[in-house]
């Protein structure tokens, strides 16, 4: 049963009993004011809390089936998402968070991308460090931990929407952007001769996998509507570009609002898991 038919229910199995809210707390141990909010249908009651009270009121509780089948729902929905598990109440509070947490690392990422890409061009086009060692390693390794996050809410996404793809594009992503990153760190030590091959081969690797990654992306219409369309197709084109080699700095223009309309995608995945939320509970039992 949902509110406000329960409340409603309550309401009248209560005056049929001839007892008023206060009389019904004393044998449910519950606040007053829960009661009046479930009553008046403000709130969707832990079914713990219902049992308690259709108990006092010698109701039959075989009869509350509905309501406890639409909160089994809900968290199966839940322990069907990646790393629900370790959320002990089966809230979503802990995916809302990982996604807000994602899409805010993202736009930190997308930041530090304008900064790591002056750094690259003063290192490679001119030979010169703008930043120094330290501050570049810094850049670098804060790079590397934005990255991660914002594609780990990918991971989170794929496992939500079952777009397996994106899961495992993400997971190569990461894999992909620790290796250029630790590259980059250590050619800092040693003479880098081999720098431009290592250019060509990161142009061919990530235009392959940006075309997979844009095609994943894509796949979320459903549920997301043009946004993902758009970021994969600023995806795929930026791969495009990359796999030319020559053109590949025009692929790096294009990931510019591929990575805004990702950075979007996170965050209505996040508000996606609130309205799927049953009411708020009353927080007394």
């Known amino acids: 049963m949902k509110q406000p ?3 409603r229910k309550i309401t009248e199995l209560r005056k049929g009993k001839g007892l008023t809210q206060e009389e019904l707390v004393d044998r449910c141990n519950i606040s007053v004011r829960t009661l009046q909010r479930i009553e008046a ?9 219902v049992k308690t009270i259709l108990a006092a009121l010698d109701y039959d509780l075989s009869k509350i089936s509905d309501n406890d089948a639409d909160r089994k729902s809900f968290s199966e929905w839940l322990k069907d998402t990646f790393l629900i598990d370790i959320d002990p109440d089966r809230s979503g509070t802990f995916l ?3 996604l807000n947490t994602a899409w805010l690392l993202g736009l930190v990422y997308f930041i530090l991308g304008f900064l790591e890409a002056a750094a690259e061009y003063f290192r490679y086009k001119e030979d010169r460090m703008i930043f120094g060692i330290t501050v570049y390693i810094i850049i670098k390794v804060a ?20 777009n397996y793809l994106l899961k495992i594009m993400s997971y190569v992503l990461i894999f992909g952007v620790f ?5 980059d760190i250590a050619s800092l030590f040693y003479d880098s001769i081999e720098r431009e091959f290592i250019l060509g081969a990161q142009a061919l690797t990530f235009g392959g996998i940006g075309i997979l990654y844009g095609i994943s992306l894509i796949k979320l219409h459903r549920s997301f509507g043009n946004v993902p369309v758009a970021a994969g197709i600023f ?8 796999l030319t080699i020559i053109l590949s700095f025009i692929g790096h223009i294009m990931l510019i609002p591929a990575e805004l309309l990702e950075i979007v995608i996170l965050y209505k995945a996040a508000e996606i898991i609130k309205s799927k939320q049953p009411a708020n509970e009353a927080m007394t039992p």
């Open 5 to 7: 038919e329960l409340g």
């Open 143 to 162: 790079v590397f931990i934005s990255f991660f996050y914002f594609q780990r809410g990918f991971i989170l996404v794929g496992h939500m929407f079952r």
């Open 235 to 242: 995806e795929i084109a930026a791969s495009c570009f990359f």
């Open 96 to 98: 809302i968070k990982q």
């Open 41 to 49: 249908g403000e709130v969707t009651p832990r079914s713990y809390t």
């Open 179 to 183: 290796l250029i990153i630790s590259y």
